[in-house]
């Protein structure tokens, strides 16, 4: 077996252009070997980027592309083994699909609570209330994650039979009986489903393209860059691949230093920066000095974005706590200034403040003509706070990682709707449904809010009337018949208009009245729940495509609640209970998402999409204890040392 080919791009100089500039100079820009070569790169906006550097060596003329794919996102590419790469298509590996993240939640959901009732756990709490499926996603959510760790790290659920309750705390003995349970059912749902999770899908693919590139030796050449194997799948293809005659591995920023008790530090500090890349190197069986320079070996030159010297002094400042004392010898040598122009420290009062100074960078980056800004975050909410920031000056701001399906205007009125229903038209829930932008109960909207503001001021203020729409259809009848002697504030019409009201009312009454009892019999399936709430928001609203929203938008909206409705076939008899925290606690986590933009001149990434991403500004927020690095929350499923015991990953590498 040849050495490894592992290579490195230093920080101070554009990963992706680097990389690019060094293949082609390695291959002489022959572009039908171009149009051969084969790239995995992190991610998607990677793979785009990467592309536009390829076309920009060319002065952007025609030139066929190579086989750029996203290491990252294998489950999204349908033809990740066709006719580039592979005669052979996916179903060829494996005849059974994928399962839905959705799918998915809602199986394991109604497994955690089947089991919760079957044990008994709160069973006198739950009386009278029906299957209240908050609890249970939540616990459902964490043990998907579990599957997926385990399944990433080769790891089989049959392990989980070795475990002695005896060993652990009382109340973990209920969690093996559970674990029993879901390594005797859970391979069964797949199989009667003709289904498999998603992280053995990508295995299987990943296993699949290393056996079959160390067979064959394919002559193309093939890079895997920007990608530090995180994964034991990924690190044994890039095992494969840095073998491979016209193979070759690209590490973004490895620090190279000889230092033995450096790279041992590093190797078990799962937090640290390297640590990823030192534990592949390991993997690979080669040192960081066996690591060559990337550009120096193509023999290509390109302009440094940064001086070389701050990298040294970022590198030094990261050392790990038992090297930390090392950072005093980078103090008393001389330092230039230069190397830190543009490099700048904000440290604000709160996070509002923050928020607001970095929406302010940007418009200042956005007055001076082709210049672009990206803030790079991992905590959402100050993400939020930083685009509400902006509207100030009406700037537009591209985020990566999309709106909250929940938090979209149009599903915002469906909530609003349920709510309204669920509480039996109060007078609040009523109002907030009646009163939202998108609501026009099927006639023009000046003449919607008049009866609005009519039902308020006449039936809403004051004593309630009784409880749902018959409770307000008889409110409004009385008013009607006794007109004449009762006192009208000033401002109010009429027996014609309170006619008019309850006529308008009365039509409403129906779909109002079927989700009620909907609601109440906890005799509907999620389906037909669903089928009913849509009815009645497309009688207040009108269809989707009037909410204002772009057509991209509402096409993602339609997907996830077709989803919904298509991935929820065996939940039956939902109470009012069970439905609306279904609702809120299945869908928590969906995202609609932008149309995409290459080059975006203002944009909010994720660590891991920022990290190969280039703007002349880039910011970093959100740099605070708790969020950045997060919190790491507890695993209901499986304490510390039983994750140590299994040979789980430990979850710090995440940071």
């Known amino acids: 077996m040849s050495r490894p080919k592992v290579y490195t791009i230093d920080p101070n100089f554009s990963f992706l252009d680097a990389l690019a500039a060094g293949f082609l100079k390695k291959i002489s820009f022959d572009r039908e070997v171009l149009a051969q070569s084969i790239f995995f790169l992190p991610t998607q906006r990677s793979v785009a980027n990467f592309a536009s550097c390829i076309k920009g060596f060319f002065d952007n003329k025609t030139v066929i592309l190579p086989t750029i794919r996203p290491l990252g996102d294998l489950m999204d590419e349908e033809l990740f083994f066709g006719n580039d790469m592979d005669s052979l298509n996916v179903e060829n590996i494996s005849q059974k699909k994928v399962i839905s993240r959705l799918r998915r939640r809602l199986l394991l959901t109604q497994l955690v609570a089947r089991f919760m009732e079957l044990d008994g756990e709160n069973r006198e709490s739950r009386e009278g209330i029906g299957n209240n499926y ?70 299987n693919l990943l296993t699949h393209l290393s056996a079959k590139w160390e067979t064959s030796q394919p002559a193309q050449f093939i890079t895997i860059a920007g990608s530090t194997g995180s994964m034991p799948a990924t690190a044994e293809l890039i095992k494969v691949v840095a073998t491979l005659k016209n193979g070759a591995v690209v590490l973004p920023g490895l620090d190279q230093r000889e230092d033995e008790i450096y790279r041992k530090v590093v190797v078990e500090d799962a937090t640290h920066p390297q640590h990823m890349m030192y534990s592949l190197l390991d993997k690979l069986g080669i040192q960081a000095g066996d690591v060559q320079e990337w550009l120096s070996t193509a023999g290509a030159t390109i302009k440094e974005k940064s001086p070389a010297r701050r990298f040294k002094l970022i590198s030094e400042a990261l050392l790990p706590p038992a090297l930390s004392g090392r950072c005093r010898s980078i103090i008393k040598e001389p330092f230039p200034q230069k190397d830190l122009e543009g490099l700048i420290i904000i440290e604000a009062e709160d996070q509002r403040a923050e928020a607001e100074t970095i929406a302010l960078i940007m418009r200042e980056t956005l007055e001076q003509e082709a210049r672009s800004a990206a803030l790079i975050t991992s905590d959402r909410n100050f993400a939020r706070q930083v685009t509400s920031a902006a509207r100030r000056w009406n700037l537009n701001i591209y985020d990566s990682a999309g709106q909250q399906f929940l938090n979209n205007n149009y599903i915002n009125f469906w909530r609003l709707v349920s709510e309204m229903v669920v509480h039996q038209l109060a007078p609040i829930p009523l109002l907030s449904a009646l009163k939202h932008p998108l609501a026009n109960g099927g006639l023009p909207k000046v003449e919607f809010k008049k009866k609005v503001s009519q039902l308020e001021l006449l039936f809403l203020r004051g004593e309630r009337p009784k409880p749902g729409v018959d409770g307000l259809l008889e409110a409004i009848n009385i008013g009607r018949r006794h007109n004449k002697n009762r006192q009208i504030k000033k401002g109010a019409v009429g027996t014609l208009f309170i006619d008019d009201l309850y006529e308008w009312l009365l039509e409403l009454a129906p779909l109002i009245r079927s989700f009620e009892h909907a609601l109440s019999s906890g005799s509907k399936t999620l389906r037909e729940m669903l089928a009913i709430h849509l009815a009645l928001v497309e009688k207040l609203s009108g269809p989707i495509e009037l909410n204002g929203e772009t057509t991209e938008t509402n096409n993602q909206i339609i997907k996830i609640l077709n989803d919904f409705y298509e991935q929820s076939q065996d939940l039956q008899r939902i109470d009012s209970i069970s439905y609306t925290s279904l609702f809120e606690t299945v869908l928590s986590d969906f995202v609609i998402r932008e149309k995409y933009q290459e080059k975006p001149k203002l944009a909010i990434f994720g660590p891991l999409e920022g990290r190969l991403s280039e703007f002349d500004r880039i910011i970093i927020g959100g740099l605070n204890e708790g969020s950045w690095p997060p919190v790491i929350q507890p695993d209901p499923w499986l304490g510390r040392s039983m994750q140590e015991a299994l040979g789980l990953m430990d979850a710090s590498r995440r940071i």
């Open 134 to 203: 908050a609890g249970s996603v939540g616990l459902a959510n964490a043990l998907a994650a579990m599957l997926d760790r385990m399944q990433i790290e080769g790891i089989s659920l049959d392990k989980l039979e070795n475990f002695v309750p005896e060993e652990h705390a009382m109340h973990w003995q209920t969690t093996f009986k559970f674990l029993k349970l879901l390594i005797e059912h859970w391979p069964k749902i797949l199989e009667e489903e003709n289904l498999v999770d998603p992280a053995t899908y990508t295995n």
